[in-house]
């Protein structure tokens, strides 16, 4: 693929840096616009900016983004305009963005078609027939994405990042802080409290690091295996390291068959634990590559069993590592497939 100029929308943290970073790897020149930027500076406390955009769908405030965006950007053309996520970006933004750049993408992580988010999602939808691509990584987002408007979908699954998750050698200070029998590393949901107490209550030697885990109804009785707060970059990459079993879990409101942990797992080196459906068992051999359960007590058995027997720990998580490297599932993978897919829909038109 040559050489090509890219405007990412999209803030310069979490996955989003990453795969900025993966445009960058593959040789393109990658010009970032945070649209949120401008929304974050306005004269009210940010909590309450971030509660009315997310409950109105940034009504009334999309303006201040579209201005900021065009100031910011004035004078430029692109080859590729890459919108991650798209919940402050509006239909007058993207027909804009038609003008200066030869296609205009949407890749949008989460699940803009189910309610879970009332009308986060207000200012994406309006804008979703001007996409020349949208980019779902759910099989159940495509028809729902057409129906909506959208000219072309194309289903991806999530990716892990080359440079991001891959082994880490744990210092002794790390291991002390991060050493476990078996992790999970996410935030809290409803549906995750009761399941996690029941591990506990089964003699499992877990630990939950995450944020909001204080609000789950069962927190007294977990507490002690809580560590709260949020893990990004090379912490999170420790914690997965530092556990002989790391569990992941899907968020239902989302309708998720697999996330980002399904790659991300594998690829650190750690054992992957997980839900089992359509799309894990797609990705990995049961029991192989990765070890499957429908429901807690299956993943107690499942943990307490391999506890005691680590080998056979190591000969999974190295035989899963092996897999995800095999498909391929990583940003620059992943980044290139979109763009040679918005190219081609392009000169189809």
């Not at 933004?93 to 993408?105: E, F, T, Y």
């Not at 990042?161 to 790390?174: F, G, K, R």
């Not at 949901?189 to 399941?195: K, L, Q, S, T, V």
Request: charged share 25%.
């Amino acid at each position: 693929m040559k050489s090509m100029k890219i405007l990412y929308l999209g803030p310069e943290e979490g996955t989003a840096i990453q795969r900025i970073d993966a445009f960058r790897r593959l040789g393109h020149d990658v010009f970032v616009a945070d649209v949120g930027l401008p929304l974050d500076n306005l004269p009210a406390p940010m909590a309450l900016t971030d509660a009315w955009i997310f409950r109105t769908g940034c009504l009334g405030l999309d303006w201040i983004a579209e201005r900021w965006l065009f100031q910011h950007i004035a004078g430029q053309t692109f080859d590729v305009a890459f919108v991650d996520h798209g919940d402050l970006v509006n239909a007058s933004s993207v027909k804009r963005l038609k003008k200066i750049a030869r296609v205009v993408v949407n890749y949008n992580q989460d699940n803009p078609y189910v309610p879970r988010d009332g009308r986060k999602w207000r200012l994406f939808l309006d804008a979703l027939p001007y996409y020349d691509l949208v980019v779902t990584p759910r099989h159940s987002s495509v028809g729902p994405a057409k129906r909506a408007g959208a000219r072309r979908v194309l289903e991806v699954r999530f990716a892990a990042d080359e440079a991001v998750h891959q082994p880490m050698s744990l210092s002794d200070a790390d291991r002390a802080r991060y050493a476990a029998k078996v992790a999970f590393v996410g935030t809290w949901m409803a549906e995750r409290g009761p399941f996690m107490l029941r591990l506990i209550e089964r003699g499992v030697p877990l630990r939950i690091y995450g944020p909001r885990w204080n609000k789950a109804a069962e927190y007294d009785a977990i507490r002690a295996h809580v560590v709260l707060g949020p893990l990004n970059g090379r912490d999170y990459v420790k914690a997965i390291s530092g556990a002989s079993i790391a569990i992941g879990l899907l968020s239902k409101g989302n309708e998720d068959l697999h996330t980002t942990r399904s790659l991300e797992i594998p690829a650190i080196g750690t054992l992957f634990c997980a839900e089992r459906t359509s799309d894990h068992l797609e990705m990995y051999k049961d029991g192989e590559e990765a070890i499957f359960f429908d429901g807690p007590d299956e993943c107690a058995d499942l943990c307490l069993a391999l506890l005691q027997k680590p080998d056979r720990i190591k000969e999974i998580a190295d035989a899963g590592r092996r897999r995800v490297r095999q498909n391929g599932d990583f940003n620059e993978e992943l980044l290139g497939k979109i763009v040679d897919a918005a190219l081609e829909t392009k000169a189809d038109a």
